[in-house]
């Protein structure tokens, strides 16, 4: 099984629907990361949590909101999604600063 | 404000070769940098972070260096192989604040038989 686990892996839905991405670890990690992906944008944070109770913006929170549900549970939230979120989604996890651990990624379309 | 290059074109190179990938910042100093390796529709897997105290690291066929008077990174894979077929992602954390990573836009490499 997978250590970062994110669900679902791909997603199409319409403008203005509520959309939540969920991410689990089973690597024990305290922090946890969103990051979304562009064809040539590269990788740009959206919210990371360094534990339970600590929720931070990243550089592009517009639009999103997170839950830290537990220390293995991290989820995103697209209130009311819009074609221009459509994207790869990615949660990864560490252990303190240093190396990342990603998930597969959750594709979404937003038509 | 704060930067991180990558170049944007593939780099096609013959499998037995050195690929040579460059990743340069601008207006900070970071305390470490990091490798990754994606494929596509795939996420990153970290290869090797180095540290602004140390200018060069291996990991088998990989070396990196980390010039922070030149704010580049060299990242080298010797003896390439059609395996070694991927984009390879440079990552600071520019804000100092532990972790934040910034990514550059990743360079693809190809290596050909």
């Known amino acids: 099984d997978a250590d970062v686990t994110q669900t679902p892996r791909n997603r199409i839905t319409k403008t203005g629907k509520r959309i939540m991405l969920e991410c689990s670890q089973t690597?024990?990690?305290?922090?946890m990361y969103w990051y979304r992906q562009d064809p040539g944008l590269g990788l740009r944070l959206i919210y990371y949590?360094?534990?339970?109770?600590?929720?931070n913006k990243g550089e592009i929170s517009d639009g999103y909101s997170v839950s830290r549900q537990a220390q293995a549970k991290f989820s995103l939230s697209l209130e009311s999604a819009i074609p221009n979120q459509t994207a790869l989604y990615f949660c990864?996890?560490?252990?303190?600063?240093?190396?990342?651990?990603f998930g597969e990624g959750s594709r979404l379309t937003v038509l | 404000s704060q930067k991180i290059e990558q170049n944007s074109e593939a780099l096609n190179i013959q499998e037995g070769k050195t690929a040579t990938l460059t990743c340069n910042y601008t207006?900070?100093?970071?305390?470490?940098l990091q490798w990754y390796r994606q494929d596509p529709g795939r996420g990153p897997v970290f290869l090797l972070l180095?540290?602004?105290?140390?200018k060069e690291k291996r990991k088998e066929r990989l070396k990196v260096t980390f010039d922070t008077t030149l704010k580049q990174s060299l990242f080298h894979i010797t003896a390439s192989q059609p395996a070694d077929s991927a984009t390879y992602l440079c990552a600071l954390d520019l804000t100092g604040g532990g972790n934040k990573l910034t990514f550059g836009t990743g360079t693809q490499l190809k290596v050909e038989l």
């Open positions: 690597k024990g990690h305290d922090r």
């Open positions: 949590s360094f534990d339970v109770k600590d929720i």
């Open positions: 990864a996890t560490s252990r303190g600063p240093g190396e990342l651990f």
């Open positions: 207006n900070y100093s970071p305390a470490y």
């Open positions: 180095i540290r602004e105290n140390e």
